[in-house]
Protein backbone atom coordinates (compact mmCIF):
# COMPACT_ATOMS: atom_id res chain seq x y z
CA UNK A 1 0.00 0.00 0.00
CA UNK A 2 3.06 2.52 0.78
CA UNK A 3 4.57 1.70 -2.23
CA UNK A 4 1.64 2.15 -4.28
CA UNK A 5 0.81 5.37 -2.21
CA UNK A 6 4.07 7.01 -3.01
CA UNK A 7 4.04 5.73 -6.48
CA UNK A 8 0.85 7.48 -7.59
CA UNK A 9 2.12 10.96 -6.06
CA UNK A 10 5.85 11.24 -6.97
CA UNK A 11 4.88 10.18 -10.93
CA UNK A 12 1.34 11.80 -10.63
CA UNK A 13 0.34 8.76 -12.15
CA UNK A 14 -1.88 5.26 -11.20
CA UNK A 15 0.24 3.45 -13.90
CA UNK A 16 2.10 0.96 -12.61
CA UNK A 17 5.58 0.02 -13.12
CA UNK A 18 5.81 -2.41 -15.78
CA UNK A 19 8.62 -4.78 -17.14
CA UNK A 20 8.04 -6.52 -20.00
CA UNK A 21 9.50 -9.63 -21.58
CA UNK A 22 11.25 -7.25 -24.58
CA UNK A 23 14.74 -5.98 -25.37
CA UNK A 24 16.91 -3.76 -27.82
CA UNK A 25 19.68 -5.51 -29.41
CA UNK A 26 22.09 -1.85 -29.03
CA UNK A 27 22.19 0.24 -25.80
CA UNK A 28 22.35 4.26 -26.31
CA UNK A 29 24.72 5.07 -23.71
CA UNK A 30 27.47 6.75 -25.05
CA UNK A 31 26.42 10.31 -24.19
CA UNK A 32 25.14 9.32 -20.90
CA UNK A 33 26.73 11.20 -17.86
CA UNK A 34 28.68 9.33 -14.43
CA UNK A 35 28.04 5.92 -16.44
CA UNK A 36 29.34 2.74 -13.81
CA UNK A 37 29.81 -0.68 -14.84
CA UNK A 38 28.64 -3.42 -12.79
CA UNK A 39 29.79 -7.46 -13.84
CA UNK A 40 28.04 -10.48 -11.62
CA UNK A 41 29.80 -13.60 -11.20
CA UNK A 42 27.14 -15.77 -9.61
CA UNK A 43 29.23 -18.35 -7.90
CA UNK A 44 29.66 -19.96 -4.21
CA UNK A 45 31.08 -22.59 -2.84
CA UNK A 46 27.85 -22.93 -0.50
CA UNK A 47 24.83 -20.97 -0.46
CA UNK A 48 24.23 -18.93 2.29
CA UNK A 49 20.25 -18.61 3.06
CA UNK A 50 20.02 -14.89 4.00
CA UNK A 51 21.50 -14.07 0.58
CA UNK A 52 18.77 -12.77 -2.03
CA UNK A 53 21.13 -12.13 -4.85
CA UNK A 54 21.50 -14.36 -7.83
CA UNK A 55 24.06 -17.08 -7.29
CA UNK A 56 24.71 -20.83 -7.93
CA UNK A 57 26.97 -23.67 -6.58
CA UNK A 58 30.36 -23.45 -8.48
CA UNK A 59 31.63 -25.61 -11.57
CA UNK A 60 34.38 -25.37 -13.37
CA UNK A 61 33.28 -26.11 -16.46
CA UNK A 62 30.32 -23.90 -16.25
CA UNK A 63 32.38 -21.07 -14.83
CA UNK A 64 34.89 -21.42 -17.85
CA UNK A 65 31.65 -21.73 -19.96
CA UNK A 66 30.26 -18.21 -18.30
CA UNK A 67 33.41 -16.41 -18.50
CA UNK A 68 33.41 -16.53 -22.60
CA UNK A 69 29.95 -15.69 -22.12
CA UNK A 70 30.63 -12.05 -20.31
CA UNK A 71 33.47 -11.86 -22.97
CA UNK A 72 30.96 -12.03 -25.59
CA UNK A 73 28.58 -9.88 -23.97
CA UNK A 74 30.77 -6.94 -23.43
CA UNK A 75 31.95 -6.87 -27.18
CA UNK A 76 27.97 -7.64 -28.05
CA UNK A 77 27.21 -4.62 -25.76
CA UNK A 78 29.91 -1.91 -27.22
CA UNK A 79 30.23 -3.11 -30.64
CA UNK A 80 28.63 -0.14 -31.87
CA UNK A 81 30.83 3.18 -29.61
CA UNK A 82 32.62 5.47 -31.77
CA UNK A 83 35.14 6.08 -29.66
CA UNK A 84 36.69 5.13 -25.97
CA UNK A 85 34.28 6.46 -23.11
CA UNK A 86 35.40 7.25 -19.53
CA UNK A 87 33.52 5.33 -17.04
CA UNK A 88 33.45 6.35 -12.99
CA UNK A 89 33.75 2.55 -12.26
CA UNK A 90 33.81 -1.09 -12.43
CA UNK A 91 32.53 -3.22 -9.43
CA UNK A 92 32.73 -7.23 -9.34
CA UNK A 93 30.00 -8.25 -7.45
CA UNK A 94 28.32 -11.92 -6.54
CA UNK A 95 27.99 -14.70 -5.97
CA UNK A 96 31.86 -15.12 -4.69
CA UNK A 97 34.23 -13.03 -7.80
CA UNK A 98 37.09 -14.36 -6.23
CA UNK A 99 36.39 -17.85 -7.98
CA UNK A 100 36.59 -16.84 -11.14
CA UNK A 101 40.00 -14.57 -10.19
CA UNK A 102 42.34 -16.53 -13.15
CA UNK A 103 39.52 -14.89 -15.41
CA UNK A 104 39.38 -11.64 -14.26
CA UNK A 105 42.44 -10.36 -16.04
CA UNK A 106 40.67 -11.12 -19.14
CA UNK A 107 37.36 -9.10 -18.28
CA UNK A 108 39.08 -6.36 -17.36
CA UNK A 109 41.19 -5.96 -20.27
CA UNK A 110 37.99 -6.53 -22.40
CA UNK A 111 36.04 -3.66 -20.50
CA UNK A 112 39.46 -1.66 -20.77
CA UNK A 113 39.37 -1.93 -24.89
CA UNK A 114 36.31 0.25 -24.83
CA UNK A 115 36.39 2.05 -21.79
CA UNK A 116 38.60 4.77 -19.60
CA UNK A 117 38.03 3.47 -15.71
CA UNK A 118 38.64 6.90 -13.83
CA UNK A 119 37.43 6.02 -10.19
CA UNK A 120 38.85 2.83 -9.33
CA UNK A 121 37.88 -0.95 -9.98
CA UNK A 122 36.05 -2.84 -6.75
CA UNK A 123 35.57 -6.70 -6.13
CA UNK A 124 33.52 -8.49 -3.48
CA UNK A 125 35.15 -10.95 -1.31
CA UNK A 126 34.11 -13.48 0.87
CA UNK A 127 35.97 -13.62 4.00
CA UNK A 128 37.24 -17.30 3.39
CA UNK A 129 38.42 -15.64 -0.08
CA UNK A 130 41.38 -13.58 2.36
CA UNK A 131 44.80 -14.95 1.67
CA UNK A 132 47.60 -13.91 0.23
CA UNK A 133 47.79 -15.64 -3.15
CA UNK A 134 44.28 -14.46 -3.32
CA UNK A 135 44.90 -10.27 -2.65
CA UNK A 136 48.31 -10.42 -4.81
CA UNK A 137 46.47 -11.19 -8.06
CA UNK A 138 43.24 -8.53 -7.41
CA UNK A 139 46.06 -6.05 -6.67
CA UNK A 140 48.03 -7.47 -10.00
CA UNK A 141 44.45 -7.01 -12.22
CA UNK A 142 44.33 -2.98 -10.90
CA UNK A 143 41.59 -3.69 -8.45
CA UNK A 144 41.50 -0.58 -5.97
CA UNK A 145 38.53 -1.21 -3.83
CA UNK A 146 37.87 -4.31 -1.87
CA UNK A 147 33.97 -4.97 0.11
CA UNK A 148 34.18 -7.38 2.60
CA UNK A 149 30.97 -9.55 3.30
CA UNK A 150 32.10 -10.06 7.07
CA UNK A 151 28.02 -9.46 8.48
CA UNK A 152 29.11 -9.92 11.79
CA UNK A 153 32.34 -10.64 13.66
CA UNK A 154 29.82 -12.47 16.48
CA UNK A 155 29.66 -16.29 16.32
CA UNK A 156 26.27 -16.36 17.50
CA UNK A 157 24.83 -13.89 15.11
CA UNK A 158 26.57 -15.23 11.97
CA UNK A 159 25.15 -19.03 12.97
CA UNK A 160 21.02 -17.28 12.98
CA UNK A 161 22.42 -15.94 9.19
CA UNK A 162 23.05 -19.53 8.41
CA UNK A 163 26.42 -19.23 7.99
CA UNK A 164 29.12 -21.23 9.94
CA UNK A 165 32.37 -20.48 10.59
CA UNK A 166 33.43 -16.69 11.43
CA UNK A 167 36.50 -16.97 13.61
CA UNK A 168 39.69 -14.94 12.63
CA UNK A 169 38.16 -12.39 10.69
CA UNK A 170 39.65 -10.14 12.13
CA UNK A 171 43.02 -11.14 11.19
CA UNK A 172 42.11 -11.30 7.17
CA UNK A 173 41.28 -7.55 7.33
CA UNK A 174 44.59 -7.12 8.83
CA UNK A 175 45.89 -8.85 6.31
CA UNK A 176 44.37 -6.47 3.94
CA UNK A 177 45.47 -3.53 5.41
CA UNK A 178 49.28 -4.23 4.44
CA UNK A 179 47.89 -4.48 0.68
CA UNK A 180 46.95 -0.87 0.89
CA UNK A 181 43.96 -0.68 -1.39
CA UNK A 182 42.31 2.70 -1.28
CA UNK A 183 39.76 1.41 -0.44
CA UNK A 184 38.30 -1.67 2.07
CA UNK A 185 34.52 -1.65 2.73
CA UNK A 186 33.27 -4.18 5.45
CA UNK A 187 29.35 -5.14 5.08
CA UNK A 188 27.78 -5.67 8.36
CA UNK A 189 23.92 -6.73 8.75
CA UNK A 190 21.72 -5.89 11.57
CA UNK A 191 18.50 -6.98 13.19
CA UNK A 192 19.99 -10.24 13.55
CA UNK A 193 18.05 -12.44 15.96
CA UNK A 194 19.90 -12.87 19.43
CA UNK A 195 22.05 -9.16 17.86
CA UNK A 196 22.86 -6.60 20.81
CA UNK A 197 23.48 -2.68 20.25
CA UNK A 198 26.09 -4.19 22.06
CA UNK A 199 27.15 -6.96 19.76
CA UNK A 200 26.40 -4.45 16.82
CA UNK A 201 28.94 -1.70 18.59
CA UNK A 202 31.71 -4.21 19.04
CA UNK A 203 31.16 -5.27 15.43
CA UNK A 204 31.61 -1.85 13.80
CA UNK A 205 34.60 -0.86 15.76
CA UNK A 206 36.01 -4.13 14.87
CA UNK A 207 35.57 -3.08 11.73
CA UNK A 208 37.09 0.46 11.37
CA UNK A 209 39.84 -0.50 13.87
CA UNK A 210 41.18 -3.81 11.50
CA UNK A 211 41.24 -0.99 8.73
CA UNK A 212 38.27 -0.46 7.25
CA UNK A 213 37.14 2.64 5.37
CA UNK A 214 33.78 2.51 5.08
CA UNK A 215 31.02 0.38 6.47
CA UNK A 216 28.16 -0.68 4.88
CA UNK A 217 25.41 -1.68 7.20
CA UNK A 218 22.09 -3.13 6.04
CA UNK A 219 18.90 -4.41 7.69
CA UNK A 220 18.11 -8.51 7.86
CA UNK A 221 14.97 -9.11 5.26
CA UNK A 222 13.73 -12.04 5.49
CA UNK A 223 13.28 -12.80 1.61
CA UNK A 224 10.10 -14.75 0.62
CA UNK A 225 12.27 -17.14 -1.38
CA UNK A 226 14.84 -17.23 1.36
CA UNK A 227 15.34 -20.46 4.19
CA UNK A 228 16.30 -18.98 6.97
CA UNK A 229 15.42 -20.59 9.75
CA UNK A 230 15.72 -17.32 12.09
CA UNK A 231 13.67 -14.23 11.09
CA UNK A 232 14.89 -10.96 11.33
CA UNK A 233 14.20 -8.48 14.44
CA UNK A 234 10.87 -6.20 14.29
CA UNK A 235 10.91 -3.09 12.53
CA UNK A 236 11.15 -1.02 15.77
CA UNK A 237 14.29 -2.98 17.10
CA UNK A 238 15.75 -2.21 13.34
CA UNK A 239 15.19 1.55 13.86
CA UNK A 240 16.54 1.89 17.23
CA UNK A 241 20.06 -0.17 16.14
CA UNK A 242 20.28 1.76 13.23
CA UNK A 243 19.37 4.86 15.36
CA UNK A 244 22.85 3.41 17.48
CA UNK A 245 24.76 2.76 14.47
CA UNK A 246 24.49 6.20 13.82
CA UNK A 247 25.31 7.67 17.25
CA UNK A 248 28.37 5.21 17.39
CA UNK A 249 29.57 6.25 14.10
CA UNK A 250 29.42 10.33 15.13
CA UNK A 251 31.36 9.03 18.24
CA UNK A 252 34.24 7.67 16.51
CA UNK A 253 34.20 10.61 14.45
CA UNK A 254 33.05 8.06 10.95
CA UNK A 255 30.84 10.14 8.05
CA UNK A 256 27.61 9.14 6.96
CA UNK A 257 27.78 9.09 3.27
CA UNK A 258 24.59 7.08 2.82
CA UNK A 259 21.44 5.74 5.13
CA UNK A 260 23.05 2.55 5.80
CA UNK A 261 26.79 3.71 5.00
CA UNK A 262 29.37 5.67 7.07
CA UNK A 263 33.13 6.22 6.29
CA UNK A 264 36.23 7.62 7.46
CA UNK A 265 36.88 11.13 6.63
CA UNK A 266 38.36 12.28 3.11
CA UNK A 267 38.13 8.45 2.59
CA UNK A 268 36.72 7.76 -1.30
CA UNK A 269 33.51 7.08 -0.97
CA UNK A 270 32.45 3.01 -2.74
CA UNK A 271 29.08 1.91 -3.14
CA UNK A 272 27.43 -0.72 -6.57
CA UNK A 273 24.30 1.27 -6.14
CA UNK A 274 24.35 4.63 -5.91
CA UNK A 275 24.89 5.25 -10.17
CA UNK A 276 22.55 7.70 -12.01
CA UNK A 277 23.31 5.53 -14.85
CA UNK A 278 25.02 2.16 -15.18
CA UNK A 279 25.88 -1.16 -17.57
CA UNK A 280 25.95 -4.31 -16.18
CA UNK A 281 27.13 -7.39 -17.41
CA UNK A 282 26.42 -10.88 -16.39
CA UNK A 283 23.48 -12.80 -15.87
CA UNK A 284 20.96 -10.99 -13.29
CA UNK A 285 23.00 -7.50 -13.62
CA UNK A 286 20.67 -4.77 -14.29
CA UNK A 287 21.72 -1.47 -16.31
CA UNK A 288 20.14 1.92 -16.27
CA UNK A 289 20.05 3.92 -19.02
CA UNK A 290 18.33 7.43 -19.83
CA UNK A 291 15.08 6.01 -20.83
CA UNK A 292 15.14 2.49 -19.53
CA UNK A 293 15.54 -0.20 -16.64
CA UNK A 294 16.67 -3.45 -18.23
CA UNK A 295 17.66 -6.94 -16.22
CA UNK A 296 19.66 -9.51 -17.40
CA UNK A 297 18.29 -13.08 -17.03
CA UNK A 298 18.82 -15.10 -13.89
CA UNK A 299 19.53 -18.39 -15.55
CA UNK A 300 23.20 -19.28 -15.92
CA UNK A 301 23.13 -21.79 -18.88
CA UNK A 302 20.05 -19.60 -20.44
CA UNK A 303 22.63 -16.39 -20.64
CA UNK A 304 25.26 -18.18 -22.45
CA UNK A 305 22.59 -19.55 -24.64
CA UNK A 306 21.80 -16.80 -25.09
CA UNK A 307 24.72 -14.67 -25.59
CA UNK A 308 26.41 -17.25 -28.00
CA UNK A 309 23.33 -16.45 -30.49
CA UNK A 310 24.75 -13.05 -30.39
CA UNK A 311 21.45 -11.61 -28.53
CA UNK A 312 21.45 -9.56 -25.73
CA UNK A 313 20.70 -11.88 -22.45
CA UNK A 314 17.90 -9.00 -20.99
CA UNK A 315 14.74 -11.05 -19.58
CA UNK A 316 13.01 -7.94 -18.68
CA UNK A 317 12.76 -4.21 -19.82
CA UNK A 318 11.42 -0.84 -17.96
CA UNK A 319 10.76 1.95 -20.60
CA UNK A 320 10.42 4.85 -18.55
CA UNK A 321 8.36 8.09 -18.67
CA UNK A 322 9.78 11.09 -17.92
CA UNK A 323 7.84 11.26 -14.39
CA UNK A 324 9.48 7.52 -13.64
CA UNK A 325 12.47 8.42 -14.43
CA UNK A 326 13.21 10.96 -11.79
CA UNK A 327 11.72 9.71 -9.34
CA UNK A 328 13.93 6.24 -10.13
CA UNK A 329 16.74 9.31 -9.96
CA UNK A 330 15.56 10.79 -6.68
CA UNK A 331 15.26 8.16 -4.61
CA UNK A 332 18.55 6.46 -5.16
CA UNK A 333 19.97 10.27 -4.84
CA UNK A 334 18.42 10.25 -1.32
CA UNK A 335 20.30 7.18 -0.67
CA UNK A 336 23.27 8.72 -0.68
CA UNK A 337 21.72 11.05 1.33
CA UNK A 338 22.61 14.04 -0.98
CA UNK A 339 20.42 15.40 -4.13
CA UNK A 340 22.90 17.00 -6.48
CA UNK A 341 20.58 19.94 -8.44
CA UNK A 342 22.93 20.12 -11.04
CA UNK A 343 23.33 16.41 -11.67
CA UNK A 344 19.82 15.80 -11.69
CA UNK A 345 18.96 18.82 -14.16
CA UNK A 346 22.21 17.07 -16.27
CA UNK A 347 20.19 14.19 -16.74
CA UNK A 348 16.45 14.97 -16.51
CA UNK A 349 17.19 18.26 -18.31
CA UNK A 350 14.35 19.96 -16.08
CA UNK A 351 15.82 21.42 -12.92
CA UNK A 352 14.79 18.97 -9.64
CA UNK A 353 12.75 22.26 -8.19
CA UNK A 354 10.51 22.31 -11.20
CA UNK A 355 9.94 18.40 -11.13
CA UNK A 356 9.46 18.14 -7.33
CA UNK A 357 9.24 21.55 -6.15
CA UNK A 358 6.28 20.85 -3.53
CA UNK A 359 7.89 17.84 -2.48
CA UNK A 360 11.02 19.54 -1.58
CA UNK A 361 9.54 22.20 0.37
CA UNK A 362 7.12 19.63 2.30
CA UNK A 363 10.92 17.75 3.34
CA UNK A 364 12.15 21.26 4.24
CA UNK A 365 9.10 21.98 6.71
CA UNK A 366 8.57 18.71 8.25
CA UNK A 367 12.84 18.31 9.06
CA UNK A 368 13.53 15.40 6.37
CA UNK A 369 15.86 17.53 4.17
CA UNK A 370 18.21 20.73 4.58
CA UNK A 371 18.96 23.12 1.86
CA UNK A 372 22.72 23.20 1.30
CA UNK A 373 24.49 25.22 -1.34
CA UNK A 374 23.16 23.18 -4.98
CA UNK A 375 21.85 20.19 -3.22
CA UNK A 376 19.79 19.42 -1.23
CA UNK A 377 20.69 16.50 1.81
CA UNK A 378 18.86 14.77 4.48
CA UNK A 379 18.73 14.63 7.83
CA UNK A 380 19.00 11.66 10.59
CA UNK A 381 14.83 11.97 10.42
CA UNK A 382 15.27 11.85 7.05
CA UNK A 383 17.86 9.41 6.88
CA UNK A 384 15.45 7.21 9.21
CA UNK A 385 12.14 7.79 7.08
CA UNK A 386 14.24 6.50 4.27
CA UNK A 387 15.23 3.50 5.91
CA UNK A 388 11.96 2.12 6.59
CA UNK A 389 10.39 3.13 2.99
CA UNK A 390 13.58 1.31 1.30
CA UNK A 391 12.71 -1.80 3.32
CA UNK A 392 8.96 -1.44 1.86
CA UNK A 393 10.31 -1.30 -1.97
CA UNK A 394 12.19 -3.95 -1.05
CA UNK A 395 10.02 -6.48 0.29
CA UNK A 396 7.01 -5.02 -2.39
CA UNK A 397 9.56 -4.52 -5.45
CA UNK A 398 12.81 -6.45 -5.36
CA UNK A 399 11.75 -9.67 -3.82
CA UNK A 400 8.91 -9.73 -6.46
CA UNK A 401 11.11 -9.22 -9.32
CA UNK A 402 13.69 -11.30 -8.06
CA UNK A 403 11.37 -14.09 -6.93
CA UNK A 404 9.78 -14.40 -10.58
CA UNK A 405 13.22 -14.31 -12.34
CA UNK A 406 14.90 -17.01 -10.39
CA UNK A 407 12.21 -19.59 -11.47
CA UNK A 408 11.52 -17.93 -15.49
CA UNK A 409 14.50 -17.31 -17.45
CA UNK A 410 12.29 -14.83 -19.81
CA UNK A 411 9.35 -13.57 -18.03
CA UNK A 412 6.64 -12.38 -20.11
CA UNK A 413 5.56 -9.59 -17.17
CA UNK A 414 5.81 -8.33 -14.75
CA UNK A 415 3.68 -5.50 -13.23
CA UNK A 416 4.92 -3.24 -9.77
CA UNK A 417 1.68 -1.37 -8.44
Known amino acids: MLTSILRTAMTRSFKPFVFRGEYDNSLDFEALPNLGLYVHIPFCRSICSFCPYCKQPFEADIASDYAAALLKEIDLVCC ?76 VCLEHLGRTGGTGFAQKLELIKTYSFDVLDVDLIFGIPGQTEKTLEADIKTAFGCG ?87 SVLEYIKRINAGQMSTSLTLRFSLRQRAVYSLFWSAYGMEINCGDFKKLMGKSVRKMFGLTLLSGRLSGLIKKHGSSYRLTKKGAMIYHRIEQTYTTAYIDKMWNVCRKTAFPDEIVLK
Open 80 to 155: DMTEKKQVTSLYFGGGTPALMIDYIPDIINRISEYFDITGGIGIELHPYDITEQTLEKIKSCGVTMLSVGIQSFDR
Open 212 to 298: ATQVSTYPFIDFTFASNEYKPLSHGKKKRMLKRLSEICDQIGAVRTSVWTFARPETEKYSSVTRETFLGFGVSAASLLKNQFKINTF
